[in-house]
């Protein structure tokens, strides 16, 4: 057996049935030249060969002393992780959204390995969609990512083994079992550790006693208002996503002097300006984001690696300009003070600043002094055209884990030239999700308009029918 880290453990340990804590990808692929109406059938009938998984798709979660464990699932069973769906007609990606809504409410077994693939056909031109859900204590956004991507292929002529049936590098055991190291040694490396830990402790600590100080860029916890977002949730979700042009957020970073980051945080904040003041709820204070960052290029380890920083979101401002401006002095700010950290520190002070979270959440006081009011997640992905037994993958949504008092998830997924805006959300306490659609569209145009990047569209004499 294996035992999880603190951050991996605690996933397990937040998870309720209003409130599971799985990820999940949403790929949209178009069948290979002439392919017939057994294709699915066929991939499918292809996939059953491999009925053995490899780590971590064969690993369940056990519960040891209080402490958790992974071990072998010894009677792993494919027909349950691998699961055949067909639309409803008029098979809309309207359907497919509904679907995959109800899909992400549910739990998923903890007696048996930590993930579903489901095969979803019935979209119009003999398209279908794959969603395949995993629980955050086994990979986070970034390695989800990376693991679906590398399950592909570059090539429309070559095929590759399902995920499950992958050997992953980052979860691969050594050759030979590692020796246990000595009291001597185990209390020398968690001295080395204590060196970095201690020091973003004191860090986190230190961003929760400022409060009130600065100029109001820098974002920190507690100078959230409270907003519909933060309040306790269901087990009901509701999914939307669009993706845009990544070249349009290029643009608008070149000629505003900031990251592509940074022009996604500014459309993110634009929509849910304008989602806040339709719903009569538009905050005087800047809603404030938690935006994870992920630490992958730092280590190697499998599990979660992920530290966070806080984004001032500007919504106060009607000025989609000033909006930008003020969220890269925010994030620069925040990610100047990640950069002199090593790892651990960055983990550390990322725990530490957010921790009366927790606690703020038993007790209800989220709700009127949120720590943050959303979580906006933007994970790299492939740049080339990726494969699936000769069909091609064109979409890529990421639907991520709303949370009590924390009722709405952004994640923003790239492929190729495109971004891949994913909106999960409590249904219950986000209503007209769909909305939130248009106005990214409508963000995005507002930046474009304001940076002389697209003329203004000409008034119409009417108004549009809703």
């Given amino acids: 057996m294996q035992a999880l880290s603190p951050v991996d453990s605690a996933f397990l340990w937040m998870e309720t049935r209003n409130q599971p804590m799985h990820v999940a990808g949403l790929n949209i692929y178009a069948p290979p030249p002439g392919a017939g109406p057994r294709f699915i059938s066929e991939l499918l009938a292809e996939w059953g060969h491999h009925l053995s998984a490899q780590s971590p798709f064969n690993l369940r979660p056990v519960l040891r002393l209080g402490l958790w464990y992974w071990e072998e699932d010894k009677e792993f069973e494919l027909d349950y992780h691998v699961r055949h769906l067909a639309l409803p007609q008029p098979g809309r990606i309207r359907e497919l959204l509904a679907m995959v809504s109800r899909l992400h409410g549910n739990l998923m077994d903890r007696n048996r390995p930590l993930w579903e693939a489901y095969v979803i056909e019935g979209l119009p031109d003999g398209r279908f969609a794959t969603y395949i859900k995993i629980h955050h204590a086994l990979v986070d956004g970034v390695s989800g990512a990376r693991i679906m991507a590398q399950s592909l292929s570059r090539s429309a002529e070559e095929s590759k083994p399902p995920l499950w049936a992958q050997k992953l590098k980052q979860y691969a055991a050594p050759a030979t079992a590692p020796q246990q190291p000595g009291l001597i040694t185990q209390l020398a490396n968690a001295a080395r550790a204590g060196r970095d830990i201690l020091p973003g402790i004191g860090s986190g600590l230190r961003d929760m006693l400022r409060l009130g100080q600065g100029d109001g860029a820098a974002a920190l916890p507690f100078q959230a208002p ?226 002389g990047l697209r003329k203004p569209a000409r008034k119409r004499a009417a108004a549009r029918a809703a």
């Fill in 226 to 451: 409270p907003t519909p977002f933060n309040v306790e949730i269901s087990g009901s979700r509701r999914f939307a996503c669009q993706s845009y042009s990544l070249a349009r957020f290029k643009r608008i970073g070149d000629a505003a002097g900031a990251t592509v980051n940074d022009v996604t945080l500014a459309v993110c904040s634009g929509a849910l300006r304008k989602y806040l003041e339709v719903q009569k709820a538009l905050p005087k204070k800047p809603l404030i984001a938690m935006v994870p960052v992920s630490l992958r290029g730092e280590t190697d380890a499998g599990g979660n690696q992920v530290s966070l920083l806080l984004a001032n979101l500007a919504t106060h401002l009607r000025d989609p300009l000033k909006r930008l401006a003020r969220i890269v002095k925010s994030t620069s700010e925040a990610k100047e003070r990640l950069s002199s950290m090593p790892r651990l520190q960055k983990l550390a002070h990322g725990i530490t600043s957010i921790s009366p979270m927790g606690p703020s959440m038993l007790t209800g006081s989220a709700k009127r002094n949120p720590t943050f009011n959303v979580i906006i997640s933007n994970v790299p992905g492939p740049r080339e055209t990726l494969y699936l037994n000769g069909a091609r993958l064109e979409e890529v949504y990421p639907v991520s884990i709303p949370t009590q008092y924390l009722a709405l998830n952004i994640t923003i997924s790239g492929y190729g030239d495109n971004l891949g805006f994913g909106y999960i959300a409590c249904r219950r306490s986000v209503p007209s999700l769909q909305r939130m659609l248009d106005y990214t569209d409508e963000a995005i145009v507002e930046l474009e308009q304001a940076l």
